[in-house]
């Protein structure tokens, strides 16, 4: 897959930088959320929350695959509104979110989005606090071979951080 990646164009007149934020189920998702809801406070901007639908192994009938699709679209909305509460919750009210859907695999999708939206400036990501390492997607996108040539800076959150340290940092 080869991607041309536009000049970023998010503090131009008629854009606005956006923090991406790669939204699944692991608990680290909510410190990278946290820092980005800062980070747009102090320094204007949006975010924009980027769920995955991912292919499953077994995909011998489209009725099964439909079907899937469906239920991870549900999912993917729920926790958009999940994060939004927690958002309000914590004093960010005023926020402006973009969501989207995509489908494919995940780093193949944020490459995508990074490529089809100059104003995606920066990706936001949680480490996971797991002995095993800070998580697939840290592992692949901001420490693996690929992060010296990686179109926009990574941000990775520790996500051991109380919210008010994350604040503090944003």
């Not at 999912?75 to 939004?84: I, N, Q």
């Not at 490529?115 to 901001?142: C, F, N, Q, R, Y």
Request: proline share 6%.
């Amino acid at each position: 897959m080869t991607l041309t990646y536009r000049k970023r164009r998010s503090f131009e007149p008629g854009h606005v930088r956006k923090f991406l934020l790669v939204v699944d189920e692991s608990p680290e998702v909510e410190s990278a959320l946290y820092y980005a809801a800062a980070r747009v406070v102090r320094s204007s901007g949006t975010i924009l929350m980027l769920y995955v639908i991912e292919p499953q192994d077994f995909q011998h009938w489209a009725g099964v695959r439909q079907v899937q699709i469906d239920e991870e679209t549900t999912k993917a909305k729920a926790l958009f509104r999940l994060l939004r509460r927690k958002l309000h919750h914590v004093g960010f009210e005023n926020l402006v979110c973009e969501e989207l859907i995509r489908e494919g695999i995940k780093e193949e999708e944020i490459m995508k989005t990074i490529a089809e939206d100059e104003d995606v400036s920066i990706l936001v990501l949680g480490a996971s606090t797991s002995p095993k390492g800070p998580g697939p997607l840290v592992s692949a996108l901001a420490a693996g071979p690929a992060a010296g040539q990686f179109p926009i800076p990574v941000t990775v959150v520790p996500g051991n951080l109380a919210f008010d340290d994350i604040v503090a940092l944003a």
